[in-house]
């Protein structure tokens, strides 16, 4: 799919199921959700290509009006959906292909939201901000630290998200929730100590969030967030469901925070594979999404 041929859905059918009358258009959204169901290199749990659907049927039953901000956010930003882009079996020509979209939404002055599928689509999405900005963060939440270069021969594994995207070598990372690095991972991460901050999640419960944010202060920032990121008791649908992980309320201060010292230019939540009679699974990855976009244009015009 080329970056000119975008198909959307109805305002009905797309995210939060906004009314016809109250719609708007690609050239009035400010924010563009891309669903991109990409499950080529999963290796435990599977279902990631359902993801991006579930998480748009459960968003029409996500409350429009937010208690925290104390309005109904979805009005500020104005939500185009893209219909189901076809994925390639291939990795690197699917994420040729997310690049592609993701640099037109964003050459168009939009939001880009992408919904996956498994996390190795960030090493496409990432592509066209780490060619528009000089001093990109990645603000990562995950159970793994995804630092390895390739996994069972796939360079772009999923397991190898971050690393892929620390390729380009003006990029930096953050990443919250991490409980999981392989000994092949820590010498990377012990040599690149200026451009990767891990925040572990053993240490939550003593985490300085002023200190997580200030790697963020006055940047660009790309928010990147594997659901299994969450305590596996909160989300069991994905692949890697993990103990030990974060609740819902440690994200949101960290969102919060952050949303506050720096400018949110994009994201894409991933890795959620539906489970049957667990919609509440669905229904979080949902609110995340929503919550995502109403802090990255909270406060601005």
Known sequence: MAADEFSFFSSIEGFLAIPEEDGCTYEQAKAVVVPFGLEASVSYGHGTAEGPAAIIHASYQVELFDEELWREPVWDIGIATLKDVPVKKSIDEALSDLERITKKILDDGKFPM???????????????????????????????????????????SHAAAMRRCLDHKNVSLVSCGIRNISAGEVPFLEENRNRIHIFWAKDKHEWDIEEIVSKLRGKPVYVTFDVDGFDASLMPATGTPEPGGLMWDDAMRILRAASKVSNFVGADVNELAPLKEMHYCDFLTAKLVYKVLSYAFDGKE
């Open 114 to 156: 992408i919904l996956g599928g498994e996390h190795s689509i960030t090493a496409g999405s990432i592509r066209p901000f780490a060619e528009k900005y000089p001093d990109l963060v990645i603000l990562h939440f995950d159970a793994h630290a995804d630092l390895r270069d390739g996994y069972e021969g796939e360079h772009y």
